[in-house]
């Protein structure tokens, strides 16, 4: 899966970057390749929902898989 990031460069130095198709999905770092180290655990996170018991029936199945 191939994602598109903003990278901004913060006022306050260092870089921030939001992925805009995944809302609420944005990290910082002081460094460039700390705001990627950053933003790999950012995406992650924000994929890595769980889905509430209520929500699953006996006959769904619930998958992980790897993109």
Known sequence: MKLKVIVHEAEEG????????????????ESFEELLQNLYEAVEGCLAVDVPPGQINERDRVLEIAV
């Open 14 to 29: 260092g870089y921030w970057a939001e992925v805009p198709s995944i809302p609420g999905c944005a990290t910082q770092g």
